[in-house]
């Protein structure tokens, strides 16, 4: 249904009835309409990870602590839902940031959010690094619990594998164990190195692989 402020008439005082043809379309009544981009965030953040939006709490501290649905799956479903949404996705690499539900309302908002590199620094240190390599599940987030726990004194990084941002992801084995050696020595360019391995990662830990043993670990720790 469209308003008029007057019935539309020409100069002779007849109906003009072309003007009764539907206004352009108002974008601050059309905004109106539709749910603000923190309340949606807000519903969604509270219905799926189960803790108050206006509570303050990191992304990552949230999903740490969670119970129910593995965490992957929780990042997804709040990630796909707000997206459906607001009709901006953001990608799955923005939990590395761990933003608050603020910060989520204002990089959807700004359409702009921080880039993402590998690898992820998780625990600032002095010494030798501590390279961890995911597990099934991909983005690692079932790691970020047990380096909660961890009394490792120097730097600790996840590597998460290519294909989380929308790269290609690796299609061998081979090819995803050199991609590790290679972002490993982005930080460390020479060994002996400290490599944990979670579940699948364990078994690219012990990948005799040339590029691998190249590495020369110093300590390789397997989790099952």
């Known amino acids: ?64 602590n969670s119970d129910g649905l593995p965490r992957s799956q929780q990042l997804g479903f709040l990630l796909s839902e707000i997206g459906a949404a607001t009709g901006v996705h953001l990608p799955l690499t923005v939990v590395f940031g761990s933003p608050t539900a603020a910060a989520l309302v204002e990089m959807l908002q700004n359409r702009d959010w921080p880039q993402y590199e590998r690898p992820v620094r998780m625990q600032s240190g002095v010494g030798q690094p501590l390279f961890v390599l995911p597990g099934i599940g991909g983005i690692g987030l079932d790691v970020v619990t047990l380096l909660r726990f961890l009394t490792f004194p120097g730097p600790i990084y996840l590597n998460p594998p290519k294909g989380i941002d929308g790269t290609e992801p690796h299609q061998t084995v081979e090819a995803l164990v050199a991609d590790h050696v290679a972002v490993i020595r982005t930080v460390q360019p020479h060994g002996p190195y400290w490599l944990l391995g979670h579940s699948p990662g364990a078994g690219w830990s012990r990948w005799r692989s040339p590029a691998l043993c190249a590495l020369r670990a110093k300590r390789l720790c397997f989790l099952a």
């Open 1 to 64: 249904m469209a308003e008029f402020a007057a019935i539309p008439r020409k100069q002779d005082h007849s109906l003009n009835y072309r003007g009764f043809a539907a206004p352009a379309a108002n974008p601050s009544r059309a905004a109106s309409l539709t749910p603000a981009v923190g309340d949606v965030v807000a519903e969604a953040w509270e219905r799926i990870l189960g803790v108050p939006a206006s509570r303050g709490d990191h992304l990552l501290d949230v999903l740490v």
